[in-house]
């Protein structure tokens, strides 16, 4: 078996086993990355804390802004991804049509070898034919029937040997020509599929340092979320006056005079600082509900 077809059938396997997986590999993540991109923008579109308000509520939209943006993300990962197999399937064509102008001479040579290769046989076939009856004439009393034709088939038979020769000298020129362009295509493709898959392992990784910068954003959001701020914020909100309602007082029908007993004496607390540190909230908020409830709130009559 010749080198070249050796070379050749090396590149044909690698093409229709290594190469098709990692194109498939590439387009099968891409769908991946799309659909859970796909998913990740309906998700973000949903009502998330829209009960909410101030810095919380800011929080929550921002996670919505955010998440959206690593959807996109993933989207533009998954074409990246398809564009990456397209260039393989480009390089493998380019490598196949340059393979197969140095094919075509190889066959050509091989058939013209081939042909004159068996025209010399022949020649030498009839050429030792009529040496043989060359040999059985000079036994005879008439020693120069044969001798005229054994001189011509000698002569063609030299031609024959001569062209042989130099078809073969052409052939083994190509041939070594063809094995350097097959040995500089692996070398190529080697280099073009490992750069290739660095590539995309870059990608990988820089969708993950994108994902996170976005999610830095939200977790900078959170940081700015004020728990007391927020309740604070929701008591004045809903507030309907800052004094709590007198307390109903016993009136007797008959005397037309109010009894001076009444509900206890109402003593408001003091205020404390409730600002704790993420992400455990301080655990004494209860002083601003109360506050609240003296303050009576028209959501809770």
């Given amino acids: 078996m010749f080198l070249s077809k050796l070379f050749r059938e090396r590149t044909d396997s690698n093409y229709n086993t290594t190469h098709v997986n990692v194109v498939l590999s590439f387009l099968y993540q891409a769908s991946v990355e799309e659909k859970y991109a796909k998913e990740l923008l309906s998700l973000s579109k949903k009502v998330c804390g829209h009960s909410e308000m101030n810095t919380l509520k800011r929080s929550l939209d921002m996670l919505k802004l955010q998440t959206e943006q690593v959807s996109l993300s993933h989207l533009q990962l998954a074409q990246n991804m398809r564009e990456e197999a397209?260039?393989?399937?480009?390089?493998?064509?380019?490598?196949?049509?340059?393979?197969?102008?140095?094919?075509?001479?190889?066959?050509?040579?091989?058939?013209?070898?081939?042909?004159?290769?068996?025209?010399?046989?022949?020649?030498?076939?009839?050429?030792?034919?009529?040496?043989?009856?060359?040999?059985?004439?000079?036994?005879?009393?008439?020693?120069?029937?044969?001798?005229?034709?054994?001189?011509?088939?000698?002569?063609?038979?030299?031609?024959?040997?001569?062209?042989?020769?130099?078809?073969?000298?052409?052939?083994?020129?190509?041939?070594?020509?063809?094995?350097?362009?097959?040995?500089?295509?692996?070398?190529?493709?080697?280099?073009?599929?490992?750069?290739?898959?660095?590539?995309?392992?870059?990608?990988?990784?820089?969708?993950?340092?994108?994902?996170?910068?976005?999610?830095?954003?939200?977790?900078?959001?959170?940081?700015?979320?004020?728990?007391?701020?927020?309740?604070?914020?929701?008591?004045?909100?809903?507030?309907?006056?800052?004094?709590?309602?007198?307390?109903?007082?016993?009136?007797?029908?008959?005397?037309?005079?109010?009894?001076?007993?009444?509900?206890?004496s109402f003593r408001m607390p003091p205020p404390v600082n409730r600002r704790g540190p993420l992400p455990v909230p301080a655990q004494n908020s209860n002083g601003m509900f109360a506050l609240f409830v003296f303050k009576y709130s028209a959501l809770s009559k």
């Fill in 86 to 264: 397209k260039k393989l399937e480009d390089f493998k064509e380019k490598q196949k049509e340059a393979r197969k102008k140095i094919e075509q001479q190889m066959d050509a040579l091989h058939k013209q070898r081939s042909s004159q290769y068996k025209k010399t046989m022949d020649s030498k076939k009839t050429y030792d034919q009529k040496c043989r009856d060359k040999e059985e004439a000079d036994q005879n009393v008439n020693r120069n029937t044969n001798t005229n034709n054994t001189k011509h088939m000698e002569k063609l038979y030299q031609q024959n040997v001569t062209t042989l020769g130099k078809i073969r000298d052409d052939w083994i020129k190509e041939h070594i020509k063809a094995c350097e362009v097959f040995e500089k295509q692996s070398v190529e493709r080697i280099n073009f599929l490992r750069n290739t898959v660095w590539t995309h392992l870059n990608q990988l990784s820089q969708q993950c340092v994108t994902s996170d910068e976005l999610y830095e954003e939200v977790r900078k959001s959170l940081e700015q979320c004020d728990i007391q701020e927020d309740i604070e914020h929701f008591v004045n909100l809903r507030q309907t006056g800052d004094k709590p309602p007198v307390p109903v007082v016993y009136e007797n029908f008959y005397s037309g005079q109010k009894s001076p007993t009444g509900a206890p």
